[in-house]
């Protein structure tokens, strides 16, 4: 079975203790399109290295803040690990998806212009798609949102695939460097579940296929 790697969440909880975990939530998101999962809970870089060989895709996960939208220790932390997982992966053109806050953190990697709106808090969005997507083939997803950081510009190395009705980002994807992005989280619930899955489960495998042609 192939293995997507899953960066872990870091943060400090009310007694300002540092806390690294993974939502169960995604285990049994990936398991249902045939992926293992795997993590690591250190943040050695001689150990990025080894999760990118051993792992066929990456996630980096919602929750939380990046670093330039919250200056924090554990935020910085977080994104420095991160950062050298997304290269390491991408040097081995392997497949990346991001959501939420993984979705902030290439934005700030590739010319992103960032907003704040009350509008993306624990909303539903319906999202018309772009008809020249490369993963996406279907015309509309109604999704969830938990995010009052929001994208309005990416670097135009990527495509814009879907906005809100507010006119922020929502999706994109950079068909070369196979990334895709999400503002919304699939591991939570949408109506469009089904198409959000079917999406996810072609991006990955089809990726993963390309790279080891």
Known sequence: MRKIFIAPVIERNKHKEEVIYISTNWIAF????????????????????????KSDALLLCGTGDISK???????RKRDQFEKKLLISFLKKNKPVL?????????????????????????????????????YIKFKQLVTNS????????????????????????????????????????????????????TIIKDFLHGSINISRR
């Open 30 to 53: 990936f398991k249902s399109i045939g992926f293992e999962t795997n993590t690591s809970f250190s943040f050695n870089s001689k150990t990025i290295n080894g999760i990118s060989k």
């Open 69 to 75: 939208l919250s200056k924090t220790k554990v935020n």
């Open 98 to 134: 991001a959501v939420c806050r993984g979705f902030q953190l290439i934005a700030s990697l590739n010319s992103g212009v960032f907003s704040t709106s009350r509008n993306h808090v624990r909303k539903v969005h319906n999202l018309k798609i772009n008809k020249e997507s490369q």
């Open 146 to 197: 938990f995010h009052k950081n929001v994208v309005k510009k990416i670097s135009k190395e990527f495509k814009v695939v879907a906005r809100s009705d507010d006119g922020f980002i929502e999706i994109t994807e950079n068909f070369k460097k196979k990334i895709l992005c999400f503002m919304f989280h699939p591991e939570r619930y949408n109506k469009s579940d089904s198409k959000i899955k």
